[in-house]
């Protein structure tokens, strides 16, 4: 055991563990008994505040993300915005037309045209769900507890009796200004925050229409429906998806929900860009990292250290390749230069802190239809299934791709993505493609038979 092997007598916690659901004192209970029943001594230690020159570095990297931000800005995208936003407002005004409502984040809800949705609300409860957030934390019980579930079932009846004046409030107020604006069709862009979902149960059982949309990859085609639909089928009426297999159980997973086959809102922008593009770089290799499970948000796939390690294999076995360009794609403002700007996107992306040993491979950081453009490559290499795949697949790169030894593609779903993608198991088969593409013996970017099922926007009505 690691604890008898480095004769390790103390843990210490600087409470920097937490999250919406739980909060840093959840964690303290939690390492406080495992510290007991291990005879070790524990403490907690507080993090200290920003000294001054932390303070100006903070703000200097808050201007250099506004900074960057403008380099994918467009005069055509600043047109399209503000005829969004002007169209929205004077349809409202002289045709009063917003009967739907929107409650977090739009995502993929932004791309609908002409939309009419209503957003106050979220302005509405923006107040009580930061106050809420801020106040996350629960007195921590001094008595000890004699197994996890009981630190587990105190901690949500501590949680649970916190909430009820907030849950009491935003849903006054969300009753109160639908009423007003007469609205009784509700959507959501991404899976509602903790916070939110009791409100939506809520509305769900008053009879309003809940329409949830699918806001990423893997829904469907993956063997772990569970995980969504605790996150997204049970929290609606309607789900407008992306695409789904013959071999998704709808009876098991989304018994009462109907799912709707709508494609997804922003194809037709990925579609446009790659019919532009009349000739790729056969020379250019782009690697796609695709981030890794957070250690509080752990889901069903691969360890996150075994996909680490794959992630450098990758990188290790590109920068010995000669005869290539080879280029890795990084989340946007993760960081620039040496400097760190988001440390929630490097938790997940650890192998970016790994990219200077690799003298050969250059980094590109701008969003993936920017990449795309300027790179042109010819073979793109994706370490996971994940949403750049659906993004990429009306290209004509040639994908090459790792699936998760845990989270297989349902069969259906694996015969249809072996006729786009190059299925690999390891590096020596990940070479072997490569061979295979650069030398012209083989290639799939023709088939569009994954793009048009799982993807492509098809026609449908918002009237349901």
Not at 65 to 92: D, G, H, P, V, W
Not at 423 to 435: A, F, L, P, Q, T
Request: hydrophobic share 35%.
């Amino acid at each position: 055991m690691l604890l008898k092997k480095k004769k390790i007598k103390e843990i210490i916690f600087f409470e920097d563990l937490g999250s919406n659901l739980l909060c840093k004192n959840f964690y303290t209970k939690i390492i406080e008994f495992f510290c007991n029943k291990n005879k070790l001594i524990f403490n907690t230690k507080k993090i200290n505040r920003l000294t001054i020159f932390e303070s100006i570095a903070s703000y200097f990297k808050y201007v250099l993300i506004t900074i960057l931000k403008f380099r994918e800005a467009t005069f055509k995208k600043l047109i399209n915005f503000l005829y969004q936003k002007f169209f929205i407002f004077f349809s409202n005004k002289l045709f009063n037309k917003k009967q739907i409502a929107s409650i977090g984040p739009l995502f993929d809800l932004a791309y609908l045209k002409n939309n009419f949705l209503d957003t106050g609300l979220n302005k509405l409860l923006k107040v009580p769900l930061k106050k809420q957030k801020e106040e996350n934390l629960i007195h921590i019980s001094k008595r000890n507890f004699n197994n996890l579930d009981d630190i587990f079932i105190w901690y949500l009846k501590e949680k649970n009796d916190k909430n009820i004046e907030f849950y009491r409030e935003i849903i006054s107020k969300a009753q109160n200004y639908f009423e007003q604006k007469r609205i009784k069709k509700i959507f959501w862009g991404v899976s509602p925050e903790p916070l939110l979902r009791n409100l939506i149960e809520y509305l769900k059982k008053k009879k309003y229409s809940i329409n949830g949309l699918q806001h990423g990859g893997k829904y469907f085609i993956m063997n772990d429906d569970l995980y969504h639909k605790d996150s997204d089928y049970y929290l609606c009426n309607n789900y407008f998806s992306y695409g789904f297999p013959k071999t998704f159980n709808k009876k098991k997973y989304a018994r009462d929900i109907k799912i709707l086959n709508s494609g997804c809102f922003k194809s037709f922008r990925y579609e446009n860009t790659f019919k532009k593009i009349e000739k790729l770089n056969n020379d250019t290799i782009l690697y796609i990292p695709i981030g890794l499970s957070k250690f509080l948000m752990p889901v069903i796939e691969t360890s996150p250290t075994t996909r680490f390690f794959l992630q450098k294999k990758i990188c290790k076995t590109l920068d010995e390749i000669r005869n290539f360009k080879k280029f890795v794609k990084i989340l946007p403002l993760s960081y620039f230069k040496n400097i760190t700007l988001n440390y929630n996107q490097l938790e997940a992306n650890p192998i970016y802190f790994e990219l200077h040993k690799y003298k050969s491979l250059k980094i590109n950081s701008h969003n993936l239809i920017s990449s795309y453009k300027n790179l042109k490559p010819k073979i793109i290499i994706m370490d996971s299934l994940s949403t750049p795949l659906y993004e990429l697949s009306s290209s004509n790169s040639e994908i090459i791709l790792f699936l998760d030894k845990f989270n297989q593609p349902k069969k259906d779903v694996l015969s249809i993505l072996k006729k786009r993608f190059f299925i690999v198991k390891n590096i020596k088969e990940m070479m072997s493609c490569i061979n295979l593409i650069s030398n012209g013996k083989k290639n799939k970017f023709n088939d569009n038979s994954f793009y048009e099922k799982f993807y492509k926007q098809k026609k449908f009505n918002l009237d349901i």
